[in-house]
């Protein structure tokens, strides 16, 4: 019975044992099923803490390798070179607090160079903190990471050494130094809902490394680690949650062992709840921690892709789309292999693997191939591994270092001199053409002012002249003259302009300059043609209007007058087109010597062109006797012989008007005007005449304007009358033809002869509508002879200045179109000064004159320059012989003269006519030197038309 009880107690408590047994299994089973979830979760989330600082970390030391890559290729770069490459980096996505490149240890550029200016020119050999990583970098020739250390400036920071080499040889280290707090704050490790973190391995030193962030304790007990890959070295990462591990728990109490058994069912209902309930956190936290991580991929600027195990794109951001050009739908239905351009590419055949970079070369949807960078990283999601890619286009980074080389190129050969300064003027950095021109080099000018670059009157060196304009307008543009040795002072055309930063600071100015001593040399020859005379080296017109301006204003400041006077030669035309042009540009510089002599150096002698000048007489005081003996010195040395040609001696006359200010004008047009004016009074006059300008001066050249609408209007109402005076041949004393000479009955003047309109109708160009109206009524006079028998000529006088209109031929042409025989009747007479001033134009309009049947006449041969050369030329047939040679022909001289142009005229086969016959002796002894013709008083004077026909046609 003892032994049943015992037994049955013995039962009892192996039931009670064996139910305690089950209790503690379940218990125990609750707890690590609890524990083993819990270690799951916390590791999800550490490895979405892991993948984001790596990424972190490489992102912030891939934006720095270029300038690495920069700083090996200008190893001698400026301060302002590396703070404006480093500037256009650091992004604000960014961690980056400090970019420092150190050569041989020592910090020699830094940027930004504000706040952190203790760490310029420090040595790392005296941190002992640092130097262990620098030395590593520069043995290993790899990025190292370094710290948390504490900086000189002050903080904390985690550094990143990338080493320089430069042709095999270590140049030195860039150092990144990252915003130690400003990375922890971005990772919110500080603040994770869920997680106490720890981060071990100080100096990238893994298990041997101190624990730089969160608790030492939590590496006493840490259930759940995992690595963070640097790019030498590594960081351990342990994670305990904030609501603490599982805890086992034991129910020692057998009455709430025995509720339990008693409750077994009961319990294991709740035990199933409990556990779904903690499958759904479990869940749950694994689902925010994928939603974390989905809106890190789908809201990253950078172009993200998630490929599986077969390397089939399984997920994309946006940055991926445009990036391609694909849809979504059409980006996850390539894999990675339909993405890159196989030719050239560094493909990847696995990629789910550790994590790694790369290079490779991917196709967008349009065709365009793009260099990328990729950094592979492999996640875990929903228990399926895969990969994630974030791929860096590299295009802009080539274009960038393409057009960095275009650069430098067009910079080194550029044959404009160019330099860079700081945004002091301090030069620091120039091209060949620099020290080609100036024969300055680098390092006489490096960190200089450019001072040797002065204005032109060397007054003010370049910082004074163009700094103040720099940095008020950015850029300038202007002329400096280079001052220095070794070379003499040359003019230089410069162009600067201002470089900005992003915040609108300048921080450089680049100059552009090149030699124009070439081009001003040709400018004042430009300058010297443009205001001087080229023959003889006077001043010309407009030389002479700057002169007269500035006297002007002198005038009215000082009161001291001044005068011109206006010079014409006489019979220089005549000289010319007889002797040359060689001949008449050497006369003209001889006038010119001559000139200047008598003027003297205070006044000045120009050249209008021509056988025009001009002499402005400063300080004359209106003094009008001063002037004339000045005017009367230049007319007598003007009549003195010249000697041109060879010793041919030459004479010449002088016509002077006067003009003097502000007595006659108050501008210097209307002062030349008026001189002009005068010196044409002079010439008309009588040659080598000197006239002041006066009012009445003014006064004809009105009256020439009123003249020149009269005689249109005389044309037209018929106010022209022709007389003609009979032509006869002495020795029948027959009448053989008649001159006609135009009279005007002026409305208002009356009777005018044609000393009184002619001159003033050539002057004002008027003098075609006279000859018109003589030709018409000269065909009807020709015709009413025919018509009555007679067979005469009739001769009619062509002004000097239709000679000079080819619409005079065509005229006439037109006037003789009807009847073609009339012109054989008519003689065209011109005077011989006519034809002398344009001897070329006048031999062809003489030659088709007579080819349409006109007779041709020189009219006053003998007064003028007459020559057996422009006589041989000429296509004449009638001699007149001038009546002031015969009205003296009781003078043996003038008798000579008349018998030399008798014997002149037989000689070339052409007629004679003697005018102005007045005696019977003057016509016996014209007929005994064989002249049969003349005209004058002694047979008849000028008569009507009416008349001569009744007189000479009726017998």
């Known amino acids: ?132 990583s620098i030395e590593l970098a520069l043995e290993i020739q790899k990025a190292v990471v370094s710290g948390p250390v504490e900086l000189v400036q002050g903080g904390q920071a985690l550094i990143v050494r990338l080493p320089i080499s430069i042709d095999e040889k270590n140049w030195g280290i860039i150092s990144v130094v990252i915003d130690y707090d400003d990375f922890i704050a971005q990772l919110e490790l500080n603040t994770h809902p869920d997680l106490h973190i720890g981060i071990k391995g100080r100096h990238a030193l893994g298990i041997d490394g101190e624990v730089f962030f969160g608790s030492k304790t939590l590496f006493d007990d840490s259930k759940v680690t995992t690595d963070i890959h640097l790019p030498y070295g590594n960081w351990i990462v342990s994670a305990n949650p904030k609501e603490g591990w599982e805890q086992l728990r034991f129910h020692p109490s057998y009455f709430i062992s025995a509720l339990v058994i008693w409750l077994f069912i009961y319990y294991n209902m709740l035990l199933m709840l409990r556990n779904e309930k903690l499958a759904a956190e479990s869940r749950q936290s694994l689902q925010a921690s994928e939603r974390k991580f989905r809106q890190f991929f789908n809201l990253n600027n950078a172009v993200m892709l998630m490929v599986d195990e ?64 990729i950094f592979s990283t492999p996640i875990e999601l929903a228990g399926e591994m895969s990969t994630s890619l974030i791929v860096n286009d590299l295009s802009e980074k080539r274009q960038h270092e393409q057009n960095w080389k275009l650069y430098e190129q067009v910079f080194n050969y550029a044959q404009e001199g160019m330099f860079i300064t700081n945004s002091d003027l301090q030069v620091v950095s120039i091209n060949p053409a620099f020290e080609r021109i100036t024969g300055i080099h680098r390092q006489e ?135 040359g042009h060689k001949a008449g540009d050497e006369l003209l510089m001889i006038v010119s010597r001559r000139f200047k002599e008598i003027i003297g150096s205070e006044n000045t002698l120009a050249r209008l062109g021509g056988d025009e000048f001009v002499v402005l007489i400063e300080n004359c005081r209106q003094d009008e006797e001063k002037l004339q003996v000045m005017a009367e ?158 067979e005469m000529t009739l001769s009619i006088n062509v002004s000097a200045m239709e000679l000079s209109n080819r619409k005079l031929f065509n005229r006439i042409a037109q006037a003789v179109k009807l009847d073609p025989t009339i012109a054989s009747a008519i003689t065209i007479e011109i005077v011989e000064s006519a034809i002398v001033e344009n001897i070329e134009f006048t031999k062809v309009l003489l030659a088709d004159l007579r080819a349409m049947g006109f007779k041709i006449a020189i009219d006053d041969f003998g007064i003028g320059f007459s020559s057996l050369s422009y006589l041989s030329r000429l296509s004449v047939d009638i001699l007149k012989i001038d009546r002031a040679f015969v009205n003296k022909m009781e003078f043996e001289k003038d008798l000579a003269i008349v018998r030399s142009i008798i014997g002149l005229a037989k000689n070339f086969n052409l007629s004679v006519i003697a005018e102005g016959i007045e005696t019977q002796e003057q016509a016996r002894t014209l007929s005994s030197l064989n002249c049969t013709k003349a005209q004058g008083y002694l047979f008849s004077k000028p008569i009507s038309v009416d008349q001569f026909n009744k007189q000479y046609l009726d017998k």
């Open 1 to 132: 019975m003892r032994d049943l009880k015992f037994s049955s107690i013995l039962v009892r408590i192996a039931a009670i044992i064996a139910v305690a047994l089950v209790y503690l299994y379940v218990e125990y089973a609750e707890y690590r099923t609890a524990l083993s979830n819990q270690k799951l979760a916390v590791a999800q989330q550490l490895a979405v803490i892991k993948s984001d600082i790596e990424a972190r970390l490489q992102n912030n030391i891939e934006l720095v390798k270029g300038l690495a890559t920069y700083v090996s290729i200008n190893p001698d770069l400026s301060q302002d070179e590396f703070s404006l490459y480093a500037q256009k980096l650091l992004t604000s996505e960014s961690n980056i607090r400090v970019l420092a490149a150190s050569n041989a240890y020592i910090v020699t550029h830094l940027y930004p160079f504000e706040g952190n200016e203790k760490v310029f020119g420090m040595d790392y050999r005296e941190l002992e903190d640092q130097l262990p």
């Open 310 to 373: 077969a390397g089939k794109v399984i997920d994309a951001n946006k940055a991926a789309k445009d990036f391609y050009g694909f849809d979504k739908s059409a980006l996850l239905s390539r894999s990675l292999g339909d993405l890159r351009h196989f030719v050239g590419s560094s493909t990847k055949e696995n990629t789910i693997e550790s994590a790694s970079i790369y290079n490779d070369v991917h196709l967008t949807v349009d065709g365009t191939v793009r260099d990328v960078e």
């Open 445 to 579: 000018i490096l960190q200089q002012q450019p001072n040797m670059f002065r204005n032109a009157d060397r007054s003010q060196h370049f910082y004074e002249m163009v700094f103040p304009i720099l940095k008020k307008r950015g850029n300038w543009r202007g002329e400096l003259w280079f001052s220095g040795q070794p070379y003499e002072d040359f003019p230089l055309l410069f162009s600067i302009n201002a470089v900005k930063n992003s915040k609108e600071t300048i921080i450089n100015y680049v100059a552009v300059f090149s030699d124009i001593s070439q081009q001003k040399a040709v400018e004042t020859q430009l300058e010297n043609l443009a205001h001087f005379d080229s023959l003889t080296g006077l001043p010309n017109r407009f030389m002479l209007a700057k002169k007269l301006e500035f006297a002007i204003q002198a005038d009215d400041n000082s009161g001291k007058n001044f005068a011109l006077m206006f010079l014409d030669l006489d019979r220089f035309k005549v000289i010319n087109d007889s002797l």
């Open 633 to 790: 010195s230049l007319c007598d040395a003007a009549r003195l012989p010249f000697q041109i040609a060879d010793e041919l001696e030459v004479n010449i006359g002088l016509s002077i008007g006067i003009s003097q200010y502000p007595k006659d004008a108050s501008c210097s047009s209307e002062l030349l005007r008026c001189a002009d004016a005068a010196m044409y009074k002079a010439k008309k006059s009588l040659m080598d005449d000197v006239v002041f300008y006066s009012q009445d001066i003014s006064d004809d050249a009105a009256a020439l304007l009123t003249i020149s609408s009269e005689l249109k209007q005389a044309k037209a109402q018929d106010q022209f009358e022709l007389l003609l005076q009979p032509q006869v041949n002495i020795v029948s004393n027959q009448v053989v033809g008649a001159e006609a000479l135009v009279r005007w009955h002026h409305p208002k003047r009356g009777f005018l002869t044609p000393d009184r309109f002619i001159p003033l109708a050539e002057s004002t160009g008027s003098i075609r509508f006279v000859t018109e109206w003589v030709f018409q009524h000269a065909i009807r006079i020709i015709q009413n002879w025919r018509e009555q028998g007679a």
